[in-house]
């Protein structure tokens, strides 16, 4: 299985077939259409009558959890149903299901795109201007081998599924410009009319996908009514700030809020650059957003942060909220949404306290005695690390085979996750 394709793609459209009438659907064959910026179009067919279904099962689990990819489907909970993969509407955050959307994104339709019926079908012909032959659709799904006609019908689906999210949020957006005094272009362009580059999607445009639409598709109509009517008057509440989606030429530095001091302090440990904001007197909150999106923006760093408040007042799009509540969990969230690459000769490489780095050079007892460093220790170290910007020590004690190995398991366990 194209596993590391899959799993690295920023877009994923699933669907799934089996035999017709089946009371109980189970699948036969799963369709993926992946997606990304590096790779582009990437089609993938699983017969699960060959492959172990839990292999299977395993690598649409880990992709349904991914935080940096967006799963689509159309009666997507039916088809991971066939799967054996139960899941709630809570836990589908990255999920957006097209048969479900259509209906709150109705009223932004113009009208010629607004579906003539019901089904993947009449959904395609009216974003796509093209009709879907689905004699195929309940073809005998359990004989082996299929026929060419059927792996062109299964392939053709998901595919079509990403054409329509292209065109939902080519409208959508178009849509929101019109309406915007002052707005001379659209916010997202159609994509090229090459067909090699169909689809196309805008890493910014992905990323408000991922903000809004999963709401949409999960939640009830009456929480949808009550969102709709908090937006009209408040600022909306966002449930979800996923990455955004963008290069990764240089490792990501970050800025903690003041929150998140033990996070910081984890990330550094792990050698990763991280800032944290000092605390500000109560009812100044405004002071600290103002301080960090001015550090991230200047020094190029990526917002870590608790604070809803924050995310709400949409100061920056450099933002990830952690949602974990333990460091230890937030430090381990952090490095899986980044893909942080981590090296053992990168532990235990800044200072934990202030962030700086130390000295190129260990220094002897001598050079550190006027540092407050006790007297015992100075008899028993030959070697300390300084750091160049607060001038604290460090040398390897009792704890430092123990921080070294815990740390090493974490970033070992966290690589071996990711593959």
Known sequence: MRRPVVLNSEVVALDAEWEPGSKFPRATLVQLAAWSHDVGLYVILLDTLSLPIASVRSM??????????????????????????????????????????????????????????????????????????????????????????????????????????????????????????????????PANADESCWPHFRREALWQVALTWPAYCWDSAKQIRKRDARRRHTTEVVTLAPIAFLPREVPPKFVCD????????????????????????????????RRMVGMAEDQGRWVLTRDIGFINSRYTDLVYWVRADDRKLQAEEVIQAFKLDLARQSLLSRCAKCNGSFLPDPVGPADVESLQVPEGVLLRQKEFWVCAKCRSVYWKGSQYEAAISRLTQMTTRLSLNSC
């Open 258 to 289: 003041v929150m998140l001091h033990g996070l910081a302090r984890q990330l550094r440990l792990i050698g990763v650059d991280a800032e944290v904001m000092d605390t500000v007197a109560a009812g100044q909150r405004h002071v600290t957003f």
């Open 60 to 189: 649409i689990q880990e992709m349904l959890d991914n935080p940096r990819s967006i799963v689509v489907g159309y009666g997507l909970r039916t088809d991971l149903q066939s799967i054996g993969i139960h899941r709630s509407p809570q836990s589908l955050a990255h999920a957006v299901d097209l048969n479900r959307l259509q209906n709150t994104l109705a009223n932004r339709m113009p009208y010629h795109l607004r579906p003539a019926g019901a089904g993947l079908g009449a959904l395609i012909e009216a974003h796509l201007g093209q009709s879907l032959d689905k004699s195929q659709q309940c073809s005998r799904w359990g004989d082996r081998p299929l026929s060419d006609a059927q792996l062109h019908y299964a392939a053709l689906d998901s595919v079509c599924l990403l054409g329509v999210l292209q065109s939902l949020i080519v409208h959508t957006e178009s849509s929101k410009v019109r309406d915007s005094p002052g707005t001379d272009s659209p916010a997202l362009e």
